[in-house]
């Protein structure tokens, strides 16, 4: 949520003014559903992806739903640390190139459809809620990490 945004801006003002790098750091991000925009450090990438203030409203409600997952038996699942480094794209530039992506396409044959609140739940099988929370929540984690990388 914000305190995850609030930490991270932190860091990201300690970084400005230290003459040293900052320690590697992990930050276990939650409860997306309490994310709000004023603290949402994202912000950049988000709107590179052509999504709105309204957008980020409904993502945070829907984030939740990831919680609707089934949970799979957890009898030994011990996995160990991986050792090896990834390096992401430039994230602010992979949003640039979706959105011009998403903006040549024809939407003339898309009905667009404003849902009232329940009907929109209703609309969506509890794996698909399960699964579009899930994918909400990794995109604030990769608008965070866009704002990581600047």
């Not at 709000?36 to 450090?41: G, Q, R």
């Not at 160990?80 to 990834?86: D, I």
């Given at each position: 949520g914000p305190a995850c945004d609030l930490a991270i801006t932190s860091l990201s003002r300690m970084a400005e003014h230290s003459q040293h790098l900052l320690p590697p750091t992990a930050i276990a991000t939650c409860?997306?559903?309490?994310?709000?925009?004023?603290?949402?450090?994202?912000?950049?990438f988000w709107l590179a992806l052509g999504l709105t203030t309204e957008d980020f409203i409904v993502a945070t409600s829907c984030s939740q739903w990831a919680s609707l997952q089934r949970k799979k038996s957890t009898t030994s699942?011990?996995?160990?640390?991986?050792?090896?480094?990834?390096?992401?794209?430039?994230?602010?530039k992979v949003a640039h190139s979706a959105k011009v992506a998403l903006d040549?396409?024809?939407m003339?044959?898309?009905?667009?459809?404003l849902l009232p609140s329940k009907?929109?739940?209703?609309?969506?099988?509890?794996?698909?809620?399960?699964?579009?929370?899930?994918?909400?929540?990794?995109?604030?984690?990769?608008?965070?990490?866009?704002?990581?990388?600047?």
């Open positions: 409860c997306h559903y309490l994310c709000t925009w004023e603290s949402f450090i994202g912000k950049e699942n011990v996995t160990s640390a991986s050792t090896e480094t990834v390096i992401l794209p430039d994230l602010l040549g396409m024809d003339s044959t898309v009905e667009m459809k009907e929109f739940e209703k609309i969506f099988a509890r794996e698909e809620k399960a699964m579009l929370g899930v994918q909400l929540k990794k995109l604030f984690d990769l608008s965070r990490a866009s704002f990581c990388q600047r």
